[in-house]
């Protein structure tokens, strides 16, 4: 999953990206409005993690404008506005939630762990797909009653391939969804990936789950 | 407690009631008195009816006249008495009413012209008016030889009392009766009109006792009160604008003093979770260490900033005043400041005219004079101008100037560059101003006797003007 941080308080911001990442997500973060909304036009996110008072552009505009353009991504407003009427303009704006200053960090990944689970239309934490299980919330992922011993970027890798199971996920979003904006684009960090996952997955006599299809992509399916 | 209502019904009745009783004691006085001149002046025909039948004759003096006459002096009637009496003290004729008792006599018998009347209380305990005079009884007409002009016989004429007594004690019970009703009739009346006219003050204080610090903005309606109370609401409705002012300063103070500590907890409280979540390195560990302490560092700035300006506008502020030379002043103050202005490569121009001194407590004006630089050196744009200047104005008045290129105020912010909190970008991203300084500036002014004011000359030019500071005496 990839989340975006605008936030332009600098110990917030890293805290925020520290906890995130050690939480699998991959972080992208910045501290100015418009740098974010550049951000938020050039990648695919899951989540926008946005602070509304922002240098650049204000938050609230931020949001209007990606809602100007039929984007439909997920955005959790955090500020210090605590306000009725300050989160009843946060929402009516088109925030999905609205978590105001100073939060605790479980309350805060709970939500983006709620708001990212919703991007793919699932309610529940757990996935099933054939004899593999997913536990969203626990970030454990077993297969035939097995835990399976994965990397965090390795079960972000999976979760995805599972969120969206049943559809060929391009390379090009695999590399999006997986590693921030430093990663290469010509590197094949993400055919290792796939290669490294499929193995730990069919270890034993296991079938198959991870499939290429040529020139598009990989879908999670049964034969 | 005291109450109108009650205070204005108890003086409305009691002076009603003191009046209605003088005006039936004067009328029943009235009455009275001509019940009894009627009385008596009936008194008066009677006894001239007598002095009518009394003659001098020859064997003395006949009174010629029998009750039958007048049935009233009969016995067999008896409610008029008379009796005459000789100089010498015999009766010559009394009425059969009196069943040949006497009558008592006056004090003194008055005249035909000035008799006297008073009451009286025969042996049978009736009441009695009577008329009493001397009169000289005419002659006879057949023979005037026997007439002695100093014959004055004594006449004691009196009639029973009892239905004037009754008509009078009718016409005290009438009045009793009229007054009691009309009492009781203005009590209601008056119950009634104090309910009425006393309800627009009932009604503005069930407004007035429903107004607490969540119902400011009540205001009393005028329009349609009565003109007594007008003044009175129209004063009040002052007093709850300003009471409204005035919280709502102080709900916007609270609220923009927990807005700002919101920012710098919650970058405390994530610091310190996500260490404790994921402990970090020594490099970085150390670096959360900087953070927080840099955080607590803006929040105690936050705090004495506010205490400050707290104090000094309660004027908790001791002030120690001594002559200032402000060129060497100002020099020394801008020091702390040159380098930042410097790496900004601001062009700093000075204007101090001639040496001018103040009278002003130094640690206080230097707290000023510091905020107006930082101010000036860290908003204005890099590369821009500062320039700082002294003059003295009228009235030994000492004004410092300064003023800085701007470029993103407009005249519209001038007025708010004071507010506590207040800052042209809403977002916190510098973290080293909380939006204080000005207003500090200003509070701090105030205890050095001196004004603060800011205005834009120019489209793009900031100047804050520290007025009001006091040369020092001459010699």
């Known amino acids: 999953m990839r989340i975006l941080v605008v936030e332009d308080s600098g110990p917030l911001r890293r805290s925020l990206t520290t906890a995130l990442q050690h939480s699998g997500y991959v972080v992208d973060a910045t501290g100015d409005g418009r740098e974010g909304f550049w951000f938020a036009e050039g990648n695919h996110y899951d989540l926008i993690i946005l602070d509304l008072m922002l240098p650049g552009m204000d938050g609230l505009a931020f949001l209007k404008q990606l809602r100007a ?86 079960f972000r890798l999976i979760e995805f391939l599972a969120l969206r199971r049943g559809e060929v996920v391009s390379r090009f979003e695999i590399e999006q969804h997986l590693y921030d904006a430093a990663a290469d684009p010509l590197s094949n960090v993400v055919e290792s990936a796939i290669c490294t996952l499929r193995k730990k997955l069919g270890g034993s006599d296991a079938r198959p789950l991870i499939r290429t299809r040529r020139g598009m992509g990989y879908i999670l399916e049964v034969e | 407690m005291t109450s109108i209502q009650r205070t204005l019904a108890w003086v409305l009745i009691a002076g009603f009631g003191t009046l209605l009783g003088a005006g039936g004691g004067l009328i029943y006085l009235l009455f009275r008195e001509a019940l009894i001149e009627r009385f008596d002046a009936k008194l008066r025909v009677e006894a001239l009816t007598i002095i009518t039948y009394t003659v001098q004759e020859r064997d003395g003096v006949d009174v010629d006249f029998t009750d039958r006459y ?3 002096f009969d016995d067999d009637v008896a409610t008029q008495f008379f009796q005459v009496w000789h100089p010498k003290g015999r009766t010559i004729e009394r009425s059969g009413s009196l069943k040949g008792k006497s009558l008592p006599k006056p004090e003194t018998f008055g005249t035909l012209d000035k008799p006297v009347y008073w009451d009286l209380r025969l ?30 016989l004594e006449l ?13 004690a009718s016409l005290r019970l009438g009045l009793l009766g009229a007054g009691s009703i009309s009492v009781a009739g203005a009590l209601i009346l008056v119950r009634f009109a104090l309910r009425k006219g006393l309800a627009p003050l009932r009604q503005v204080a069930d407004q007035a006792s429903a107004i607490d610090a969540s119902t400011l903005g009540t205001r009393f309606p005028t329009d349609r009160l009565p003109v007594e109370l007008v003044p009175i609401c129209s004063r009040l409705n002052e007093l709850l604008a300003r009471l409204e002012a005035s919280f709502e300063h102080e709900r916007r103070f609270s609220a923009d003093v927990a807005h700002e500590l919101r920012t710098p907890i919650a970058e405390l409280r994530s610091l310190s979770e996500v260490a404790l979540k994921w402990p970090p390195r020594a490099v970085e560990a150390t670096r959360n260490y900087e953070e927080s302490l840099a955080i607590a560092r803006r929040m105690e700035s936050l705090v004495l900033a506010l205490q400050t300006i707290a104090r000094s506008e309660t004027g908790g502020t001791l002030v120690f005043a001594e002559p200032i030379r402000l060129p060497g002043f100002l020099d020394r103050v801008w020091t702390g400041f040159a380098s930042l202005a410097d790496q900004r490569d601001l062009r700093v121009e000075w204007d101090m005219g001639e040496d001018l001194r103040v009278v002003a407590d130094p640690i206080l004006l230097e707290m000023v004079i510091a905020n ?11 590369g821009g101008r500062v320039h700082v200047s002294c003059e003295s104005g009228l009235r030994d008045e000492v004004t410092i100037a300064i003023s800085n290129s701007t470029r ?41 006797g001196a004004r603060v004011s800011a205005g834009m000359p120019g489209p793009e030019t900031l100047v804050l003007r520290l007025t009001g500071l006091r040369r020092p005496a001459e010699g």
């Open chain 2, 408 to 448: 993103d105020l407009t005249p519209a912010d001038v007025p708010r560059l004071f507010e506590r909190f207040w800052r042209k970008d809403a977002s916190r991203t510098d973290s080293r101003h909380a939006g204080l300084g000005l207003a500090l500036v200003r509070a701090v002014a105030q205890c050095l």
């Open chain 2, 156 to 168: 004691v004429v009196g009639a029973l009392r009892g239905e004037l007594d009754q008509t009078l």
């Open chain 2, 372 to 382: 107006l630089f930082a101010n000036a050196v860290e908003y204005t744009p890099a």
């Open chain 2, 123 to 152: 042996a049978t305990g009736q009441r009695l008016r009577a008329i009493g005079l001397r009169f000289v009884p005419h002659a006879d007409s057949n023979d005037r030889r026997r007439y002695d002009p100093n014959l004055n």
């Open chain 2, 70 to 72: 007048i049935r009233e």
């Open chain 1, 69 to 154: 353009r039929s984007d439909n991504r997920h955005v959790l407003v955090l500020t210090a506005r605590s306000a009725v009427e300050d989160r009843v303009v946060g929402l009516r704006a088109g925030a999905d939630d609205y978590l105001v200053k100073p939060f605790a960090l479980e309350e805060l990944l709970a939500r983006v762990d709620a708001l990212c689970r919703r991007s793919y239309g699932q309610k529940h934490s757990v996935v099933r797909f054939a004899d593999l299980e997913i536990d969203l919330a626990g970030r454990v992922a077993r297969r035939g009653g097995q835990p399976l011993d994965l990397t965090p970027r390795e």
